[in-house]
């Protein structure tokens, strides 16, 4: 067990977890998952969020096992691993704001930055404008970072603290193997209080337990591994560091190689799945996206994976995309392949406005 | 005597052990400078650093599932 611990955390940790993932997303979508969305933290979260009826797209809505493997695969692995710490404290209400608004930036673009490497490999070149919108976004946070912002210090919290989201997620898992009804309204529609899409890519999905032992394997590397999307780039801006940026190349270039040999790299800006082709709001979005990110201190699969270790901060910030992607169908914030929302580009404004706001007032409180 | 720099990094979010580790050494020309960190995830990106500045380093565990880095150069 200590040689495996060793080798995932080395350098070839992230590139391992990299790896792993871009062969396992495109096998997802082989057996079923949406196209380019073998894997997709904000977009598997809205899926949530609409099967909770948080939001009333049916087109969207499904408990995805992919991110319950996540947090329960990442709890296995600190268990084991004496990682398992519970702790908050720091600025939870901010990490919920800034999980709300890293959704809204993500759905303008319709994928998190998993999704947008993802993408990219799989041929949608809309995710170049996305990757370089989250690029933009990590930069300005890293500026926020180097004026000394933080979000101040977690501390230790009692055990019991640590399990609530993995018992949540045990909870999902269980209502979507029951998939409680309590019947249909006058208009025959069904009313809840679980909803699964019967079209679109809600409808769409890989076999319960293959999902979920995908998210279990990737959730266990992850959490090793510290592998995070966004900090692969905030790390090679701010400290020259390519430990983490190994890890998405090496997933980049596995999901092309596994799109190619799977039949399904298809190049272009139109027709592609689940995208919007507005270079301008792919860009904004995922500015806005990456800017809370970083704020946060990692992308949308490192805050699942930390919420395995006990940190009830990540989980606060995990409740607030669920939370948010509701929002983002009701207040019509969330791009389709049609194109931009209506409130799309404005609540990408107020998102950016809100973070620099975040950004230049967050400081460590002094004692 | 030696001139020792302190860091307490117990609970601060990514980046900011690392980062706010490389501001400490980025003013030094060598001494020994003691980090406190309390996840395995910021002891391995100070040790990180550490390495790649040319510093030498030992980790000595501390109550409260902490640890102190010690960089020497």
Not at chain 1, 13 to 25: D, F, N, S
Not at chain 1, 184 to 206: C, L, M, T, V, Y
């Amino acid at each position: 067990m200590s040689l495996i611990w060793r080798f995932l955390t080395s350098r070839w940790g992230p590139v391992v977890t990299g790896l792993a993932v871009g062969v396992l997303a495109p096998v997802l979508v082989r057996m079923g998952n949406p196209g380019n969305m073998g894997v997709c933290v904000v977009c598997f979260n809205r899926d949530i969020a609409g099967a909770l009826g948080l939001h009333r797209a049916s087109l969207v809505q499904y408990i995805r096992p992919e991110i319950i493997g996540f947090v329960l695969g990442a709890l296995v692995a600190a268990l084991l691993f004496r990682e398992f710490k519970p702790r908050t404290g720091s600025a939870p209400l901010v990490r919920f704001l800034l999980g709300i608004f890293a959704v809204f930036g993500a759905l303008v673009f319709l994928g998190c930055p998993w999704r947008a490497y993802l993408r990219l490999a799989g041929g949608d070149w809309n995710a170049i404008f996305g990757i370089f919108g989250l690029v933009a976004g990590i930069g300005l946070g890293v500026v926020f970072l180097r004026l000394g912002f933080s979000l101040g210090r977690s501390r230790p919290a009692p055990g019991a603290l640590g399990w609530v989201m993995p018992a949540i997620m045990v909870v999902l898992f269980v209502l979507l193997l029951a998939g409680p009804q309590f019947g249909r309204d006058a208009a025959g529609n069904p009313a809840g209080p679980i909803f699964f899409s019967e079209k679109g890519p809600g409808s769409q999905h890989a076999p319960i337990f293959i999902s979920l032992a995908a998210g279990l394997f990737i959730g266990f590397l992850a959490q090793r591994s510290r592998f995070c999307t966004v900090g692969a780039v905030r790390d090679m801006i701010l400290l020259r560091d390519t430990h983490l940026l190994n890890g998405v190349l090496a997933l980049i270039a596995a999901a092309f190689i596994t799109n190619l040999a799977l039949g399904q790299f298809h190049a272009g800006f139109e027709n592609q799945p689940v995208a919007q082709t507005n270079g301008w709001w792919n860009f904004g979005g995922m500015a806005l996206a990456g800017l809370a990110f970083t704020l946060a201190g990692g992308c949308p699969g490192r805050q699942l994976f930390l919420t395995g270790e006990g940190d009830g901060d990540a989980a606060v910030f995990v409740s607030g995309m669920i939370v948010g992607a509701g929002f983002a169908h009701s207040f019509t914030i969330a791009s389709s392949p049609a194109g931009v929302a209506a409130y799309g580009p404005v609540t990408v404004i107020a998102g950016l406005i809100l973070c620099i706001v975040f950004g230049l007032t967050m400081r460590e409180a002094k004692r | 005597m030696e001139n020792i720099k302190m860091l307490d990094a117990r609970g601060l979010s990514c980046p900011q052990p690392a980062m706010l580790t490389r501001q400490v050494l980025q003013g030094l020309a060598g001494g020994r400078v003691e980090v406190l960190v309390d996840s395995g995830t910021a002891r391995e990106n100070v040790s990180r650093l550490a390495a790649k500045s040319g510093w030498k380093l030992s980790v000595e565990s501390q109550p409260g599932d902490s640890f102190r880095l010690v960089l020497t150069k």
